[in-house]
């Protein structure tokens, strides 16, 4: 059982990807630095932040970051646990998003998730590489998650 | 000495059993061996030594000999080339779009799971089809423009054609795609209203490169993008969804295209600025006058509120996704170097707040 959110859920999701590379090299490479920030909403809470790098067909490396850094990254997707939580659940119970919870559905309006970047053509990497995204999120299917909340 | 007379007089030679071998004293770089990397060879692994030294001006080289090659330009044919610096025709990056484009190319055919298709209720077939018509007009001239353009860049700047290429194939995968939705469950194509072709012929007869940046690639393949990612809003079925969301990803990289080469001309040439604003002066003052039709605007109400009877849940819908259009130009143009914010004649541009 991984726990979300931790590093350790995030990594088996790169590990998945690692080792799962075929749908990922058919949509095609990717190279890309990018963030999720999970969100604390209640006082016994904990705000996230990891660091994903994203090279080729796979992810070379995660890494958990103190929450107030502001690492050097393309863009982050910025949203509340509870918002993360609902769409892994989602995922988890369709066997993949359903049209109310995709990455693309969820950041349109830009909220509930934000994406955050430090200049707007690297905000654009997140839609120029949406379905890379959206592929490295559905291994949640494959991640047996407990959820802290 | 006469090219004919060249080639006569080597043909004499090789007759008496004779070689020249003069090519082989080549005045260019030698010896060069560029490494692979992970992924292969990259263009961006050839640009080694004097190969990717990127010229400021070509003006006085118009032929089809490629950078680093040992020519006399004088010798050669003008091939006529209007795009013949490096602020007009090349950016960072370009070497690495071209190469994600071709890695990430799909196909309309194979990709798509058009076996999955079910009929959907008539208005609901009508709006799609409609949507597709129109995109398949938007996607025609998304490709004629760049083709236009392909032969006017020098090729000392082989990275930004090879991408442009790049761009005409995904455009052409785009119309394929649309035009094969319209066509594959019961509907047909559609209505194609003299508003939309005359805003699309003035992008098609701009006849300056910046401004066809400005016009096509930042303010209109800006606004395909997030009518794109709002595909999947008005999407019913999963077709229309992988459809949308693979179209989404191409926009997004011709987006990028031309806000980067955009970017670096306005940093080399500040001048500039002002006939791109005059582009984008036009290009929303025609959104203005042309982008308002029922054949624009009804089919997604239809298709965002659920049916003909819910348009008007789907005008709530439409009027944010304008809202997001603007915000998201304003900021693209922000980004490249242009304030437009004051000068933008679209509705509720001056109440964006810029991130």
Request: proline letters at 5%; charged letters at 25%; aromatic letters at 10%.
């Amino acid at each position: 059982m991984f726990t979300f959110p931790s590093l350790e859920w995030f990594q088996e999701l790169a590990r998945l990807m690692n080792e799962h590379d075929v749908p990922y090299r058919r949509l095609g490479y990717a190279d890309v630095r990018w963030a999720v920030e999970i969100q604390a909403t209640e006082p016994d809470q904990l705000t996230h932040l990891f660091v994903f790098v994203f090279e080729e067909y796979g992810c070379k490396s995660v890494q958990a970051c103190e929450p107030d850094t502001q690492p050097e990254v393309a863009f982050t997707m910025r949203a509340t646990l509870g918002t993360w939580e609902e769409m892994i659940r989602n995922i988890q119970k369709n066997k993949g998003p359903d049209l109310q919870h995709t990455l693309n559905y969820l950041t349109l309006p830009d909220d509930p998730i934000y994406i955050d970047a430090p200049d707007f053509l690297s905000r654009d990497l997140f839609a120029r590489y949406g379905q890379t995204f959206q592929l490295f999120f559905n291994g949640a299917i494959q991640v047996p998650t407990t959820f802290t909340s | 000495m006469a090219y004919s007379e060249r080639s006569q007089a080597y043909r004499e030679k090789l007759q008496n059993g004779e070689y020249d071998l003069g090519w082989m004293q080549v005045n260019s770089e030698w010896g060069v061996r560029a490494t692979p990397g992970k992924r292969g060879l990259t263009l961006d692994d050839i640009n080694v030594g004097s190969y990717g030294v990127i010229p400021k001006d070509t003006s006085d080289s118009l032929s089809f000999a490629p950078r680093g090659a040992d020519f006399d330009p004088a010798e050669l044919p003008d091939m006529g080339y209007e795009l013949n610096t490096d602020a007009e025709a090349w950016a960072q990056n370009m070497s690495g779009l071209y190469e994600e484009a071709v890695a990430r190319q799909w196909s309309s055919t194979r990709d798509v799971p058009w076996h999955t298709l079910e009929p959907l209720p008539k208005d609901m077939e009508h709006a799609m089809s409609q949507v597709c018509t129109f995109l398949t007009e938007v996607e025609f001239v998304a490709g004629d423009v760049p083709g236009w353009w392909l032969n006017k860049v020098n090729n000392a700047y082989h990275e930004t054609k090879l991408f442009m290429a790049t761009q005409i194939m995904d455009e052409a995968r785009h119309l394929e795609v649309f035009r094969k939705r319209a066509l594959a469950n019961g509907g047909g194509l559609g209505k194609c209203p003299p508003e939309v072709e005359e805003g699309l012929k003035y992008i098609h007869d701009l006849r300056s490169f910046p401004q066809m940046l400005a016009r096509m690639n930042l303010f209109g393949e800006g606004r395909v993008l997030t009518l794109f990612r709002l595909g999947e809003l008005i999407a019913q079925n999963e077709v229309e969804k992988t459809i949308f969301r693979l179209c989404a990803q191409d926009e997004s990289r011709h987006l990028a295209f031309g806000c980067l080469q955009l970017r670096y001309l306005i940093q080399e040439d500040p001048d500039r600025i002002e006939e791109i604003q005059e582009a984008l002066d036009v290009a929303e003052q025609r959104t203005m006058e042309l982008g308002s039709t029922p054949e624009q605007v009804e089919p997604f109400l239809i298709l965002l509120g659920g049916g003909v009877e819910h348009m008007d849940k789907g005008q709530e819908k439409f009027a944010f996704i304008r809202k997001k259009m603007v915000q998201e130009y304003l900021q693209r143009c922000h980004s490249i170097g242009i304030d437009r914010q004051d000068r933008c004649l679209l509705k509720g541009a001056q109440d964006i707040t810029l991130l």
